[in-house]
Each structure stands twice: as C-alpha cells, then as structure tokens.
C-alpha cells in the first residue's frame, strides 16, 4: 500500500517538490497511463488542503473527455475553446481563475467550486494530450506558487506518459 506523506510545516514551493517525488515514485515502472493517472489524481486530491475536485481531461482528437479524477462526478465532454479546461488546452497556458464567476463561460460542474486551476497537457511530439484541473471551494485558492507547482507535477506526469511509448 502507498502512505502520503504530508509535511504539515513545510512551505508551499517544499510540499510541490516533495509531492513531486512522491508522485515519481507511484508511477515509477508503470506503463500503463489510466492506471497512472488515476494515482496521480488521488495523490495530488489527498496531499494538498482545500480541494474538491481533481482530475484528468482526455483529448480524444476531438474535444476533451473526463478521465480519472478525485470529486463528484463531472461534466463529461468539453470542447477545445470552451471553458477553463478548454481554454487552456486551446491556448497551452495554464489558466489560474481567482473566482471562476468572474471567468466568461466557466463551465460549472460543482457547485462548490469557486478557483481553479488547470494546466494543459502536451506530448512529446507537441499533440495534445490533455488538461490536468483542480477546483476549490475558496476564492482565490491558487497562486503563482501553486501554479508553477501543478506545472512541476504535470511535468513529472508527462515523463511516466512518454516512458510508456
Ligand atoms: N470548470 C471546468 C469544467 C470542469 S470541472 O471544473 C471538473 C471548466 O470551466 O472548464
């Protein structure tokens, strides 16, 4: 079994990197990318405080389609363009909503959410794989440092989907 281990008086920059190993570490030796990403969406959901959705969009070569995740059950389809998730797999920016009330067509799955952060998933050859997308039910739950965090964390993901080619 896999024990999270959370430093409770670490700083943010140190719990990411730590996270990080961690995160190498689950998926480390294993080619399969469900099974991947479905460890890495509960690692990250249980490791950090005030979440309440974590997971995986899939580009099918169409639009993106929910993949393994940590929260209620979510919409399913969401095209490029549209929404936080489709915005940032359109442009390949990570998008970093203060309050998604205040961002134009936020697609609203749970009620509960008001920030998030998603950050777009790009494979080796430049395609799009995906997007990665954590809410919070606090305003204002994500900063620079948690952007360059989930980045770091995506990044580490990336390296177990292009070791499983
Ligand atoms: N809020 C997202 C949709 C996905 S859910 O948050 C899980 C969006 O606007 O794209």
Redesign the pocket.
Known sequence: MFEIQTNTAASKPELYQDLCEQARGILAGEPNVIANAANFAALVYHSLPDFN?A?F?LYDGTELVVGPFQ?KP??IR?ALG?????TAAESRQTQLVRD?HEFEG?????AA?NS?I?VPLVNADGSLFGVW?V?SPSVGRFDDEDRAGMEALCAVFMEAVKASH
């Open positions: 959705w997971g969009y929260g979510a919409c969401i549209r929404g936080v998730c489709g998604v936020h697609i609203a799955c749970d959410s998030e998603v997308d809410d």
